[in-house]
């Protein structure tokens, strides 16, 4: 099962996107929130993000939406830590918008996609067209 | 080196603290009002994981590296964290000499390009980090001493600071202000001169 994390400058929306995929995608699939700091501060902590990933990854890789600026360096981060540790996973960060991309990866997650195809779900959504304009 | 290295983080940290308003206000003008406030977090953070008998110079610096990560919250938390990170992988040697430290500013350096993807001019940290850099560098491979790279760096990475002033910001939150973050200082490079500047005090004192 691929794993999936959330990374956003606050835990509200991390955790609120975590409920909102399980909503969809089933108690079992594995959603973990990164967001904000351990203390509840607005914020990422790569540290924090590092752990979310190792927790998430069952084998077959893991993939991370994030918010902006520096949600992506601290998961760059993350990633070079982990690494750092010699802690093999397959990770991805998602160029895509946090709370569609998330919906519809951890679904395709949820349908035994691989990381590949999660990925693609998600970077899929930047395209979502929400109103229909005449 | 001629003191400990905890009193040089320290003095970083003092440093950090006395101009937390001064870099929150930079940050302010031209970005998300943090800067002062997360880098102050962070360094009072650090300070509490070393202590003045530690010796082990590339521990110290990995676990400043490690402790700026996971507590500034924003963009300088990694860029920060590598900085030290990267200079921590050089300061392995026993005896830390000046072509060492010339050399842990260069990966210092060129870990927080890399992280950042970011180049000279276009309003960030580098603009003050790599003229620094270059002037440390010319000084100590033409025969000079340490104090004379560290003043040379200091006064380049002042001029650095003073450049971004003139520049569109490229690169961070800043770069949505588009040309209205001309005249602006960057607080990244204000942040970066500040902690060079107090290595160099605490050298001299």
């Not at chain 1, 606050?10 to 904000?36: F, L, P, T, Y």
């Not at chain 1, 927790?55 to 939406?65: E, I, Q, S, Y």
């Not at chain 1, 991309?101 to 999660?118: D, H």
């Not at chain 2, 700026?68 to 830390?96: Q, R, W």
């Amino acid at each position: 099962m691929v794993g999936i994390v959330i990374v956003s400058h606050s835990n509200k929306i991390s955790d609120g996107i975590v409920d909102m995929c399980r909503e969809m995608a089933g108690k079992d699939q594995i959603i973990i929130s990164a967001g904000g700091m351990e203390d509840g501060s607005i914020g990422t902590d790569a540290v924090r993000i590092a752990n979310a990933i190792e927790n998430a990854d069952t084998g077959d890789g893991v993939l991370v939406l994030a918010d902006l600026g520096s949600a992506i360096l601290s998961t760059e981060m993350a990633m070079d830590i982990l690494n750092d540790n010699s802690i093999n996973i397959e990770i991805k960060i998602a160029d895509a918008p946090i709370v569609e991309g998330a919906i519809a990866s951890s679904i395709e997650a949820y349908l035994g996609g691989n990381l590949e195809s999660c990925l693609k779900k998600a970077e899929e959504a930047k395209n979502f067209i929400k109103l229909n304009k005449k | 080196m001629n003191k400990s290295i905890y009193s040089y983080i320290k003095a970083m940290a003092d440093t950090i603290n006395e101009n937390k308003d001064f870099l929150t206000q930079l940050d302010a003008e031209i970005g998300d009002a943090d800067h002062g406030t997360n880098m102050a977090r962070g360094f009072n953070t650090v300070i509490t994981k070393i202590n003045e008998n530690d010796t082990d110079v590339s521990d110290v610096l990995k676990r400043v590296g490690m402790g700026l990560v996971s507590s500034v919250g924003g963009a300088s938390g990694p860029l920060y964290g590598t900085m030290f990170l990267k200079a921590s992988n050089v300061a392995k040697e026993a005896d830390i000499t000046q072509e060492v430290i010339m050399n842990m500013f260069k990966a210092a350096l060129d870990g927080v390009k890399e992280r950042g993807k970011a180049t000279r001019g276009e309003k960030t940290m580098i603009d003050a980090m790599e003229p620094a850099y270059e002037a440390f560098a010319e000084v100590i491979n033409s025969g000079g001493n340490l104090m004379q790279a560290l003043e040379n760096a200091v006064k380049a990475a002042e001029e650095g600071v003073e450049y971004t002033k003139t520049i569109i910001a490229t690169k961070g939150r800043a770069s949505y202000l588009g040309e209205r973050s001309i005249g602006h200082q960057d607080p990244g490079a204000t942040s970066f001169t500040l902690i060079l500047k107090s290595v160099l005090e605490n050298y001299k004192n």
